[in-house]
């Protein structure tokens, strides 16, 4: 259901504007927009916004999301006691400062260790070579990997390298555990030019000595050996500091962030306010019910000094006005499902409860299994309760649960339970119909449930566009009697109802095509074909179900034919487990595409502003808030 | 000859409406996921979009098994 708006125009001294945006934030019912005209002699205008305001509150607000997300807060307290704006800001600021310098120095460990961890091996292996440096501590040192596959190449390169410099050379090696050779070259000076040309032209790895550790190889390992052991230790300090900090401070931050956020809320009211030398004026819309609480704070507050006026209903149009959905506790769950849509208009009619009954209705027509929907049920217990409420998770758990309910009854109704199980098992009977067999009473059911919804639908958009576009809406109704009148006179026709019916059924379908035209135009009949292919559209609830039983059986053939026991229980476990999941996503789907394309098409009339009241920020609002 | 065509009629109707849908779904597919890589928020007209050419491996679905049971 849309919620009945009215529109309210709040009038009080100019001076006082800053407080009654700060009254109406408080009770948060207020959807403001931009007032028009009052009076004839007096031109109001909006107030100038405080820019350089702005700018440090947005750049406050912005300090404090990021203090929150690098402090890995998590919460939406609001705790009391906050102190005065500025010193807040500086506050934040401070403490977004201190957790991007923690965290930048606990990058800077993790890359080092990284680093350190990465090349621990080749360390370990040329510190293992580092005596034979001490036999020749004039000489040159290179330290040198080959890859796995250059291991073979090592004879070569020793003999080239003896060609060059002759016998006084060291060449100690290691082999790494992944299968690279670690060595030491270690050359006289004179010749250490011409190895280093071969070992450019011989393209084999030469590792530099770490940055930042030393300049010779001597120096570096130790003071690695004793960076990687005191790592660890930093890498908690700064845990502990970054932790510290976010702990000590939990509480001013989110603070601040609720502070800076309804600050900034007020700013943005502020153009759609209007002031003249005295006076200021405010309009916004607000849901019937909650004018009178708005009434009552604002004459708390300023007591004669504000008014609040009702502007009468010719001054707005409909389309103007925001949409509240409110339905029963039952249906509010689906709301996820319109609300994936843009929202219907103001003045037309929510969807709501129709999608919650024919939803569920066809996700367990086209899942049909005791077995199945048992266990989308425990599915959806699971989620629910890991899900807080008013969020999109626990609707999801809602609808899931409607859908595994269907899905039960139905596959109670057709005597399935994980395909044939039921039956051979139990002694589980179909009582509707065997989906195995009854092809074309499925097809028939399917066919029938797609003539009601697309009938429903018409009739919806005929009463709900009978004041707006009441031409549109006699058309939308003539068309539903049609669509009656055409399948009253096929049912004749194959002898399901009395052939008496077909000639009265068909003079006034005839009859009521030119009406149909003279409504609706030339298109008409066009739209009028479209309806009878949209009914088509539903024969997928039962190309879809009986796929899903077909499955299903397939399921435990596979596992009575496995080899053993064990092994066909595990087969048929799997391909059910898999049957699920595709069972779970394809009717879901396709119960969508069925509201989504061939109902809604039929009455549902898009476009409506979302309605977004003046209030304190919460990090669910302009979200998918459940009203 | 009843014998063979009855069921090569049925598995053509369903074959080639599921060429011709996977064919569509082929060219919406690259399509959509460009789109919602930039507006993620049409994943919903995406979705629809996506299942609207299953229509015709659906009806195909219907003309296969009405060939089956009228061909007996």
Known sequence: ?627 | MTVLWIPLSAALAIGLAALATSWAQSKLGPALAATLAEKPELATTAVILLAIPETVVVLGFVIAVTILLRGG
């Open chain 1, 1 to 627: 259901m849309i919620v009945p708006m009215i529109k309210v125009r709040i009038l009080g001294p100019g001076e006082r504007l800053g407080s009654v945006l700060r009254a109406v934030q408080d009770v948060g019912v207020l959807h403001l927009t931009a007032p028009g005209p009052v009076s004839a002699k007096a031109t109001p205008k909006a107030p100038p916004v405080p820019l350089r305001r702005l700018g440090q509150l947005e750049r406050a607000a912005a300090d404090a999301e990021t203090a929150i997300a690098l402090l890995g807060l998590h919460g939406t307290g609001r705790e009391a006691g906050a102190g005065s704006l500025p010193s807040l800001v500086r506050e934040v600021r401070r403490i977004r400062r201190t957790a991007e310098l923690l965290v930048e120095r606990r990058h800077a460990l993790e890359e080092e260790r990284a680093l350190l961890q990465r090349y621990r091996h080749l360390f370990e292996a040329l510190e293992s070579l580092l005596p034979a440096r001490a036999m020749a501590p004039e000489a040159r040192a290179y330290q040198i990997v080959l890859r796995r596959d250059q291991a073979s190449t090592l004879p070569a390169l020793r003999h080239a390298i003896r060609e060059l410099v002759g016998d006084g050379f060291e060449l100690p090696t290691r082999t790494l555990p992944s299968g690279e050779t670690a060595m030491l070259l270690l050359v006289p000076k004179v010749g250490s030019e011409k190895v280093e040309r071969l070992l450019r032209e011989s393209r084999v790895q030469e590792i530099p000595v770490p940055g930042g550790y030393g300049t010779t190889l001597e120096e570096a390992l130790p003071r690695i050996r004793d960076r990687n052991a005191a790592l660890p230790g930093a890498l908690e300090r700064v845990g502990s500091e970054l932790l510290d900090l976010g702990t000590r401070n939990r509480d001013v931050l989110f603070s601040a962030r609720a502070l800076f956020h309804d600050e900034l809320a007020r700013l943005a009211a502020l153009p759609l306010s209007s002031t003249t030398a005295h006076t200021f004026v405010l309009e916004g819309w607000t849901p019937e019910a909650a004018e009178p609480r708005l009434g009552a704070a604002l004459e708390r507050g300023f007591g004669g000094q504000v008014v609040i006026e009702r502007v009468r209903r010719e001054e707005w149009r409909a389309d103007e006005a925001p949409v509240v959905l409110a339905n029963p506790r039952l249906f509010r769950p689906f709301e996820l499902i319109t609300r994936t849509l843009p929202i219907p208009r103001y003045g037309s009619l929510d969807p709501t409860p129709f999608v919650a009954v024919f939803f569920p209705m066809f996700f367990g027509l086209m899942l049909g299994d005791a077995g199945y929907g048992a266990a989308a049920a425990l599915l959806a217990l699971v989620i629910h309760r890991r899900s807080r409420p008013d969020t999109v998770w626990r609707s999801v758990a809602e609808v899931l649960g409607a859908c595994a309910l269907f899905a039960i009854l139905f596959g109670l109704g057709f005597g399935e339970l994980f395909g044939d199980l039921g039956r051979r098992w139990f002694g589980l009977r179909p009582v509707l119909l065997d989906r195995e067999a009854a092809l074309v009473p499925f097809l028939g059911l399917a066919i029938a449930l797609g003539i009601v919804h697309v009938v429903v639908g018409l009739a919806a958009g005929a009463i709900s566009g009978r004041r707006t576009e009441p031409r549109k809406a006699a058309g939308k109704g003539l068309s539903a009697i049609m669509i009656t009148l055409i399948v009253t006179a096929l049912l004749g026709a194959v002898r399901i109802l009395p052939r008496g019916f077909i000639t009265p059924a068909v003079i006034t379908v005839l009859v009521a095509f030119p009406v149909l035209i003279v409504l609706e135009g030339i298109v008409a009949p066009v739209e009028l074909m479209s309806h009878l292919g949209h009914i088509l559209s539903y024969t997928r609830i039962m190309a879809l179900g009986t796929a899903s039983v077909m499955l299903a059986l397939i399921a435990n053939r596979l596992a009575g034919a496995a080899g053993g026991v064990v092994v066909g229980i595990l087969f048929g476990l799997l391909f059910h487990l898999v049957n699920f999941a595709l069972g779970l996503f394809s009717p879901a789907i396709h119960a969508l595409r069925l509201h989504y394309v061939e109902f809604f098409g039929t009455f549902y009339s898009p476009g409506g502003v979302r309605y977004e009241p003046l209030a304190h920020w919460a990090p669910t609002v302009g979200q998918a808030r459940m009203t």
